[in-house]
C-alpha cells in the first residue's frame, strides 16, 4: 500500500492483480464444446509510482503458478523461492527493458545482495 498526502486528507492507493477468465460454449451438430481460457495476469494501478510493485507482482505470479493460474493464494502464503528460480527472472526482466539479459556476474553480485551473502545449496 501506498499513502499520497493531500492539503484535504489522505488517499490510499494500492495495485490489484487479476485474472481475467474467457469461457465459451460452442454448439455444433448436435455437440456442446466448453472452453475456457485465462488471461495473463492484469494488475490494476491508479498511480505510475505503482509501476514496479505492479511488475514485480506479475513476475512473481508468472513464475510461482503452475498448473492453477487462477490461484492468487500464493500473494497470501507465498511459498519459498530459490535462487535458481529468481535468477532467470531477473535476468529476463533486464532483458525486456534494457534488451540484454544479466551475465554471470551481475547475478552473483545480485545473489550476494538479495540473499544476504548466503549461497547454501541455492545458489
Known amino acids: 500500500m501506498f499513502w499520497f498526502r493531500s492539503n484535504q486528507s489522505s488517499l490510499m492507493v494500492t495495485e490489484e492483480l487479476h485474472i481475467i477468465c474467457f469461457v465459451a460454449v460452442l454448439h455444433h451438430a448436435g455437440e456442446t464444446l466448453d472452453i475456457e481460457a485465462s488471461s495473463l495476469p492484469v494488475v490494476v494501478i491508479s498511480s505510475s509510482n505503482q509501476v514496479p510493485s505492479a511488475w514485480a507482482s506479475i513476475m512473481w ?20 523461492l530459490t535462487w535458481q528460480q529468481l535468477a532467470p527472472l531477473l535476468s529476463w526482466q533486464f532483458l525486456s527493458m534494457g534488451q540484454r539479459p544479466l551475465d554471470q556476474d551481475q547475478l552473483s553480485m545480485l545473489r550476494d545482495k538479495i540473499m544476504g551473502g548466503f549461497t547454501g545449496t541455492s545458489s
Open 61 to 80: 505470479f508468472n513464475m510461482l503458478s503452475t498448473s492453477e493460474p487462477m490461484n492468487l493464494s500464493l500473494f497470501v502464503d507465498p511459498p519459498p
